[in-house]
């Protein structure tokens, strides 16, 4: 009875809870609105100044920012910001026009500020109202720029003058707000009144129904132009004359426009104080705080280069639309909770969702069950459509069953109380799997519950995936591994020593070719054919912690991780592991952590993932607003030695690049390069690589860094070169810089020819020592051996003129004058007179002519054969060849010898001696004197020396020879002396023999005659 009147209580709970509910829906807002991906930039993150008012992208890639506290410069991770300090005459930025020269141009305040890539140029403006503005810049098809002001009409810039616009009609169309430069070269004004078109005949007034003033203009593909005003909308002008308003009345959040812009699809997005708007088929679609947007206060609206729509903000900085490719559902949007663990849908085509504290609830929003309505705990884990089109769901205390959105009571066993079931699975037996921590249950068609905690030795724990495999095989994911059970009900558990990535298995899931994925908490695993591969997504612990798989209705996989989702090709991973797509914030993602297991594709082929942000649903019907973005331009930026930047590269950091080739003094050789790259989409997922051509042999290691250092450079020509690959691993085009380190000083050529020259000049030096040293010991040398030259001559003078010879000769000029001979005193007198004569004159000199020697000789032989009478004959031969007055002689050489042949070799004969004097040319050319005698000979001679002349003819001979040696070291003349020498004669006879050779003159054929005499 109680427990009945219990059961009564129960229904009319339930049945007022239903009540309550319905009542809560009517006032939820509708399902269909949905929560987009706005990446913010502000002042936090580098922003000039929150209040962007204009946005422009220049020819390198660069997206510049015009604020009201300056303007600042983008790569897609670091703004550089140029304000009063960096040449802005105003900080107040309204107008950014990226010119097809490369340069930039900003209005600032009354001011117009030419950028051309190295320095803010200030442009002369004629006379403007210190309180205009410059709001709107073009530039012309001929190159001319034109700047709108809101004071002094339409100015234009040709070869960097202003000038007001050539036919501009100054006195009713002062405020000009905005400037459109059309396809073929018109330009369109929109004024406070209207729109002035220029053309080749000049300017003209539109015809425009609306009289606001006119705040942006834009050109639509058709030809169409778009005019924003103040006060009346958007209006399409068309081609052919028609217009169309678009305002308040049909979805424009605000009839005060401030921008326009039409994408690369053709779409109109229209900036306004409340937000923006996307027209789009025909249709208004509305961005807001409540789609997203963290500030909807437009200002300004862009499209890069990659097709990303930029959005300025009044106050929250800029804004980056991901696009509609992946939307997020919050409670927000009608959801019970922003914890999505699991999903299922029913029969009806209606999505069920499993959260995290707050029960199961249906998508649109419409229906929710908690633990008030039956449900174990508002904690759901997993998720089950069954055969019957009921619903399971596993909760942190056991199952529950729903039916048409009402709890269906279980049998206590069934009800599996106090386990966290996180894993469901029906077999085609009828068998339902529930995964738990320990173990799995089985709960049978006929009701009865069991528990294994081990299948065939294969341990059960933490179960947290099953899935039906090839062939009737099941696969269980749970923390000690991965457990295959074949259809005849054997198990094997799989594990690191198999190849498996990590123990703790998350998911599960099948490609079309069969193979097994296994989600990890360390990676990726493939098992194919016994074969596993492992596969990282990502160099981060958060992309391989992989907590769900599912399969789209193309075939790819989607891996659900810690750090956003992948989407993969299995044969291009497994090929490339790098080939994955990874889907962060940047794509629209609210959150990157993805629930385990929270994946579910529907019947319409929609992704459907459960993360910490919310509900994220991908239709691939919805093109990606990037579909392909290129791959990063890399810049360098700058190179610095000891952090001082190198003259020359100053223009690096803004894009120009060097305007001379950069050279780099050889101290300066630790060098550090600074580089970035243009990835307006992923600029946080960027990779380098870099290599120095010269120093490194290939590329380097890829980096995150955005620099580069090299210490300690030799001297040589190197070019840097550097990369960047985006995070699907495309690599972009290289940026490099040639430079070179100089030699030190002593390796430069002056340095060497230097070097050479004081090595020249030192060897010349010490030449010039040394020759001076040789020739001061020459010279002294030379004084030694003259005074000894001179010694020798005296004392040749006195041998020639000794005592005895003089005394003998007076005695036998004495012997004839006693014997009244006259004749023989007279003539033996002048002789001797004569031989004195030439002894003295021959003093004078050293050398005289072989003729006057031998002239000299023969009034020698002529007094001593008067002494000696027939004692001996003599006879002087010269040859006919011999020129005896050209060939030099030391004076009184020849006497010695002579003299040693009279005294030494004939007077100690019995019988008469001869003396012959012979002059020969040698083959050698040289002159020859040979005095020979028939004497006793040489050797018997030595052995009579006892004293007295023998010496002093002796001494003859040695200073005879001893002048010869001092003229040869003189270099004076080479005169060779043979003997004397032993001869020996016919009969017996004997004789002794000296050779002279002397060195001669030219010889001159009978020049001198046959001198022959004997006596």
């Known amino acids: 009875m109680v427990h009945n009147r219990r059961e009564a209580d129960g229904r009319q709970a339930g049945a007022l809870r239903q009540l309550l509910m319905a009542a809560l829906i009517l006032v939820l807002p509708p399902l269909h609105a949905q929560q987009y991906g706005f990446t913010v930039f502000g002042p936090r993150d580098g922003l000039a100044q929150s209040q962007v008012r204009c946005m422009a992208q220049d020819k390198s890639g660069y997206l510049?920012?015009?604020?009201?506290?300056?303007?600042?410069?983008?790569?897609?991770?670091?703004?550089?910001?140029?304000?009063?300090?960096?040449?802005?005459?105003?900080?107040?930025?309204?107008?950014?026009?990226?010119?097809?020269?490369?340069?930039?141009?900003?209005?600032?305040?009354?001011?117009?500020?030419?950028?051309?890539?190295?320095?803010?140029?200030?442009?002369?403006?004629?006379?403007?109202?210190?309180?205009?503005?410059?709001?709107?810049?073009?530039?012309?098809?001929?190159?001319?720029?034109?700047?709108?002001?809101?004071?002094?009409?339409?100015?234009?810039?040709?070869?960097?003058?202003?000038?007001?616009?050539?036919?501009?009609?100054?006195?009713?169309?002062?405020?000009?707000?905005?400037?459109?430069?059309?396809?073929?070269?018109?330009?369109?004004?929109?004024?406070?009144?209207?729109?002035?078109?220029?053309?080749?005949?000049?300017?003209?007034?539109?015809?425009?129904?609306?009289?606001?003033?006119?705040?942006?203009?834009?050109?639509?593909?058709?030809?169409?132009?778009?005019?924003?005003?103040?006060?009346?909308?958007?209006?399409?002008?068309?081609?052919?004359?028609?217009?169309?308003?678009?305002?308040?009345?049909?979805?424009?959040?605000?009839?005060?426009?401030?921008?326009?812009?039409?994408?690369?699809?053709?779409?109109?997005?229209?900036?306004?104080?409340?937000?923006?708007?996307?027209?789009?088929?025909?249709?208004?679609?509305?961005?807001?705080?409540?789609?997203?947007?963290?500030?909807?206060?437009?200002?300004?609206?862009?499209?890069?280069?990659?097709?990303?729509?930029?959005?300025?903000?009044?106050?929250?900085?800029v804004l980056r639309y991901a696009g509609a490719s992946f939307v997020t559902y919050t409670v927000t949007e009608g959801l019970c909770s922003d914890l999505v663990m699991c999903l299922a849908g029913d029969?009806?085509?209606?999505?069920?969702?499993?959260?995290?504290?707050?029960?199961?609830?249906?998508?649109?929003?419409?229906?929710?069950?908690?633990?008030?309505?039956?449900?174990?705990?508002?904690?759901?884990?997993?998720?089950?459509e069954d055969t019957d089109g009921s619903l399971w769901f596993g909760t942190s205390d056991g199952l529950c069953h729903i039916l048409n959105g009402v709890v269906v009571p279980l049998d206590s066993a069934q009800q599996l109380r106090g386990q966290r079931v996180l894993a469901l699975y029906r077999d085609p037996s009828g068998t339902l799997w529930c995964g738990t921590r320990d173990g799995v249950f089985l709960i049978h068609g006929d009701g009865t519950v069991e528990l294994r905690q081990a299948m065939n030795g294969s341990p059960l724990r933490g179960v947290r995936n099953i899935r039906s495999g090839a062939g009737g095989s099941i696969w269980l994911a749970s923390d000690l591994g991965a457990v295959h059970i074949a259809p005849d009900g054997t198990a094997k558990l799989f594990t690191t020593k198999d190849g498996l990535s990590h123990n703790t298995v998350f998911c599960l899931?099948?490609?079309?070719?069969?193979?097994?994925?296994?989600?990890?908490?360390?990676?990726?695993?493939?098992?194919?054919?016994?074969?596993?591969?492992r596969v990282d997504l990502g160099e981060d612990f958060g992309s391989n912690y992989v907590g769900l798989l599912v399969k789209d209705s193309g075939n790819s996989l989607w891996a659900g991780t810690n750090n956003g989702l992948f989407q993969f090709n299995p044969d291009s991973l497994l090929a490339n592991p790098a080939s994955a797509r990874h889907i962060t914030e940047e794509d629209g993602l609210r959150g990157l952590e993805c629930n385990l297991n929270a994946g579910f594709l529907d019947g319409a082929g929609r992704l459907f993932f459960g993360t910490n942000a919310g509900l994220v649903l991908h239709d691939p019907a919805k093109p990606s607003l990037r579909s392909d973005p290129p791959a990063p331009v890399t810049h360098i930026t700058g190179i610095s030695s000891f952090m001082v930047p190198i003259p020359g590269s100053d223009s690096l950091g803004i894009g120009a690049g060097p305007t001379v080739p950069l050279e780099v003094a050889y101290r300066k050789n630790h060098l550090t390069f600074n580089y970035t790259a243009i990835a307006l989409t992923n600029g946080r997922h960027v990779r380098f690589q870099y290599?120095?051509?010269?120093?490194?042999?290939?590329?380097?290691?890829?980096?995150?860094?955005?620099?580069?250092?090299?210490?300690?450079?030799?001297?040589?020509?190197?070019?840097?070169?550097?990369?960047?690959?985006?995070?699907?691993?495309?690599?972009?085009?290289?940026?490099?810089?040639?430079?070179?380190?100089?030699?030190?000083?002593?390796?430069?050529?002056?340095?060497?020819?230097?070097c050479a020259l004081a090595l020249a000049g030192m060897l010349a030096g010490i030449a010039r020592f040394r020759a001076l040293r040789r020739a001061r010991a020459e010279k002294t040398r030379t004084l030694i051996l003259r005074s000894r030259m001179l010694q020798l001559e005296q004392q040749a003078l006195n041998a020639n003129m000794n005592r005895h010879f003089i005394f003998n000769a007076l005695n036998s000029i004495q012997y004839s004058i006693n014997r009244q001979d006259r004749a023989m005193a007279n003539k033996y007198l002048t002789s001797f007179a004569k031989l004195i004569r030439k002894n003295l004159d021959a003093s004078e000199s050293d050398t005289t002519t072989l003729a006057e020697e031998l002239a000299r000789l023969e009034l020698y032989l002529v007094l001593e054969h008067m002494r000696f009478k027939d004692k001996f004959q003599y006879a002087i031969t010269v040859s006919p060849g011999v020129d005896t007055q050209a060939v030099k002689i030391p004076a009184?050489?020849?006497?010695?010898?002579?003299?040693?042949?009279?005294?030494?070799?004939?007077?100690?004969?019995?019988?008469?001696?001869?003396?012959?004097?012979?002059?020969?040319?040698?083959?050698?050319?040289?002159?020859?004197?040979?005095?020979?005698?028939?004497?006793?000979?040489?050797?018997?001679?030595?052995?009579?020396?006892?004293?007295?002349?023998?010496?002093?003819?002796?001494?003859?001979?040695?200073?005879?020879?001893?002048?010869?040696?001092?003229?040869?070291?003189?270099?004076?003349?080479d005169i060779r002396i043979q003997g004397p020498e032993q001869l020996g004669g016919a009969h017996g006879s004997q004789g002794t023999q000296v050779i002279i050779d002397l060195p001669s003159g030219s010889p001159i054929a009978n020049q001198a005659p046959d001198l022959h005499s004997a006596h």
């Open 892 to 973: 009184m050489m020849l006497q010695p010898y002579v003299e040693n042949s009279i005294w030494h070799g004939i007077l100690p004969l019995a019988r008469p001696g001869r003396v012959e004097i012979s002059v020969d040319r040698t083959t050698e050319g040289r002159t020859r004197v040979r005095v020979t005698d028939d004497g006793i000979g040489i050797d018997q001679s030595v052995g009579r020396k006892n004293g007295g002349e023998n010496d002093h003819i002796s001494r003859g001979i040695e200073i005879t020879k001893g002048r010869a040696d001092v003229l040869r070291k003189l270099n004076l003349a």
């Open 347 to 384: 029969r009806q085509g209606d999505l069920w969702l499993g959260t995290y504290g707050n029960g199961v609830c249906r998508m649109d929003g419409m229906a929710q069950v908690n633990t008030l309505d039956g449900l174990p705990n508002n904690t759901v884990w997993s998720a089950l």
């Open 691 to 754: 290599r120095l051509d010269g120093f490194d042999a290939d590329w380097l290691p890829a980096t995150e860094a955005r620099f580069a250092s090299y210490s300690n450079l030799p001297h040589g020509r190197y070019t840097f070169e550097v990369r960047a690959a985006d995070r699907r691993g495309r690599w972009g085009p290289e940026a490099r810089i040639a430079f070179n380190i100089t030699p030190p000083f002593w390796l430069r050529w002056w340095f060497f020819g230097l």
């Open 509 to 533: 899931e099948f490609d079309a070719q069969g193979r097994t994925w296994m989600g990890t908490s360390n990676g990726l695993t493939c098992y194919d054919k016994g074969h596993f591969t």
């Open 64 to 317: 510049w920012f015009g604020t009201l506290g300056g303007a600042s410069r983008f790569d897609g991770l670091d703004f550089t910001n140029f304000g009063l300090r960096n040449g802005l005459p105003d900080a107040q930025v309204n107008a950014i026009l990226a010119a097809k020269d490369g340069t930039v141009w900003l209005g600032c305040g009354p001011f117009l500020v030419h950028f051309d890539g190295r320095t803010m140029h200030n442009v002369a403006l004629p006379a403007i109202k210190p309180e205009s503005r410059i709001l709107a810049l073009a530039e012309g098809s001929d190159g001319t720029l034109y700047a709108g002001t809101d004071g002094a009409g339409l100015l234009q810039v040709q070869h960097g003058k202003a000038t007001p616009a050539t036919g501009w009609p100054v006195d009713t169309a002062t405020s000009v707000r905005a400037l459109l430069a059309l396809p073929g070269g018109d330009l369109v004004a929109g004024l406070r009144n209207g729109l002035l078109r220029h053309n080749a005949k000049g300017w003209s007034t539109m015809a425009v129904p609306f009289t606001a003033p006119v705040s942006a203009l834009a050109v639509a593909p058709d030809g169409a132009i778009w005019a924003g005003t103040y006060g009346d909308g958007a209006w399409r002008l068309g081609p052919d004359g028609t217009s169309t308003a678009y305002n308040e009345k049909n979805g424009l959040l605000q009839n005060n426009v401030r921008s326009l812009l039409i994408d690369r699809r053709g779409r109109l997005w229209a900036g306004t104080k409340f937000g923006a708007n996307l027209l789009e088929e025909g249709r208004l679609r509305t961005f807001t705080v409540h789609q997203g947007m963290p500030n909807d206060n437009v200002w300004s609206l862009f499209q890069d280069d990659g097709g990303g729509i930029w959005i300025g903000t009044d106050g929250a900085g």
